[in-house]
């Protein structure tokens, strides 16, 4: 058989002293050529290794992570963090990439925005005395300088140039998208917001119809039709990133409110693909042209705690990943429990939790709504994502009875629904289509529901909003929370309401409506007399695990006798991430 060019070379060697030294040099350099032949047939064989993605964490200190982005030398990112320090409002935080340090902003509570190429920051103040307006301030310090007023999370953008910006702002109705600001590219009755320019300042990405499936579009920095690329998306929704090389767009997103958030991307024909998944929630916040990206890492659960009839120590009332106390029933011994995290699935869970700690009982799946006054129905979203065509309302009972769904005709969404007094009708709220959602009466043997109020009227997400005599039902509209007749007409303002105010339930005697300030620690909990507008203190409730800053949807018993409440605690890290593909 013939020698391979090992066995040529070896042998070339030791019989070298009989060669003479052209030949034994053509045979060594033959003897190379054929190794490196080899080689190449080996790597051309073999296929690549990938390289899996590198996180390189920015920031060691406990707090709630907000919005960030990459400053321009790509050396630091400036962030929002709330909670250090006992604040309940967010403070701006600059991270280096080569040193564990930080160094806190000297800046008032405000949420980051954007970096110009100039090194200039857009900020969204925040606070009692500003509300949430744009301002401009140097990266290397100074006097915010404010702009505008409605500006939204996300919602600004510097173009290339470093001296315009792309902005979404929140008008009456809907929302605006202006470039640079003052021009108005588009208006719409759905909410915009998180806006991003390309790299070449020719064309913004945004998201639209934030809270029934989000769509992902863009449109030309010049103005325009906007181009939907996907939709359907849910989540705490960031802006949207250019790719490193520009050919896609990069986003944070979930599918259904049981998945987590992972960073996906989609080019200009639509094609979607998963960029990135990990344990936890991935929000994604910048890019770099070398690939670097810049995003948050977050775990978090959402608990319910309350007090029984006749008790007063709290106990926990949790039923999985992310519960949500919706309904109490009112002897206040049953609570109505949504749960839309992991454990939910995608369509979402509906629990009966006893408030003796006694164990929860599934009843469905989908979003739930409200429980009748007596306690034996519960009332329910059939698609908690609100992604279907024509969602309707299920009725469950709580014990022995079969399920019976209210078909639906005429609304393209519903977002909430509440028991009448007498026990045959809900108020739900939703909308027409390419109409803004209001309130209907909706009689649960069928037939088409009945308007009640004008467009620009919501439902608040927990507790009975409907009076003890149902002649009106809490709503909430562009001009706050007010009392809307169930039989038609005007809607009445409620005296001594408060902006930061949530409407928790109503009292037995329909005299007064609990009502309480979910981001103070302790949360202050208020019967509100809606005659007079008198308040008085009814409750200071306050989390027993310290890191908790607030609550959110507080149920109580019409006689007060119990309530229960939600509360969320949460990890979250900064990361610069690298080899992402």
Partial sequence: PEMSG??????????GAKLPRVVRVAIAVAAL??????????????????????????????????????????????????????????????????????RKLDLPPADMLSISSA?????????????????RVPLAGGVPRQVVGGVQYASADWGPDGKSLAIVRQVEGGSRLEY????????????????????????????????????????????GERRILTSGWLGWLAAPVWSPDGREIWFSARKDTAGRLAIYGVDRAGRTRLVARMPGHLELYDATRDGRVLAGHFDQV?????????????????????????????????????????????????YLRPTDG??????????????????????????????????????????????????????????????????????????????????????????????????????????????????????????????????????????????????????ADGKALFVYQGDESPAKVFLLDVATGQRRLWKEIRPADPRVRGIYMLVVAPDGSAYAYGYSHSTSQLYVIEGLR
């Fill in 358 to 507: 006694s164990p929860a009982v599934k009843l469905g799946e989908g979003g739930a709504c409200a429980l009748s006054r007596d306690g034996a129905f519960a009332a329910v979203l059939s698609d908690i994502a609100q992604s279907s065509r024509k969602p309707h309302v299920v009725i469950l009972p709580t014990g022995v009875g079969e399920s019976r769904a209210i078909a639906n005709d005429t609304l393209e969404k519903i977002f909430g629904a509440k028991w009448m007094p007498d026990g045959s009708h809900l108020v739900i709220e939703g909308n027409e289509p390419g109409r803004r959602s209001r309130l209907w009466i909706q009689d649960i043997a069928g037939g088409k529901p009945r308007p009640i109020t004008a467009e620009g009227f919501e439902l608040p997400p927990a507790g009975n909003a409907v009076s003890p005599d149902g002649t009106f039902v809490v709503a909430g509209s562009d001009k706050g929370f007010v009392l809307c007749p169930i039989a038609g007409g005007d809607p009445k303002p409620i005296p001594g309401w408060k902006d930061e105010d949530v409407a928790a339930q109503w009292s």
């Fill in 33 to 102: 050529l054929a190794a490196a032949a080899a080689g190449v047939l080996a790597a051309a064989n073999r296929k690549p290794r990938a390289s899996a993605p590198s996180f390189h964490r920015l920031d060691f200190q406990p707090g709630d992570l907000g919005y960030a982005r990459l400053t321009p030398d790509g050396r630091s990112a400036i962030y929002g963090m709330r909670g250090r320090e006992g604040r309940e409002l967010e403070s701006l935080y600059q991270a280096f990439l080569d040193s564990p340090e930080i």
């Fill in 6 to 15: 090992a066995t040529q070379a070896r042998d070339a060697a030791g019989s």
């Fill in 302 to 350: 959402i608990s319910v705690m309350g007090v029984p009839p006749g008790e007063s120590k709290e106990r926990d009332l949790t039923c999985l990943d992310n519960s949500g106390p919706i309904d109490i029933s009112s002897d206040g011994r049953k609570l109505l429990v949504r749960e839309i995290g992991e454990g939910g699935g995608p369509a979402g869970a509906v």
């Fill in 180 to 223: 640079p600001i003052g021009k108005v590219l588009i208006e719409t009755q759905t909410q915009m917001g998180c806006v991003r320019i390309s790299p070449d300042g020719r064309e913004i990405a945004f998201w639209d119809n934030f809270g029934a499936g989000a769509s992902l579009a863009i449109i030309a920095a010049s103005g």
């Fill in 119 to 135: 090194g200039e920051m857009a900020i969204r103040l925040r606070g009692p005395s500003v509300g949430d307006v744009l301002a």
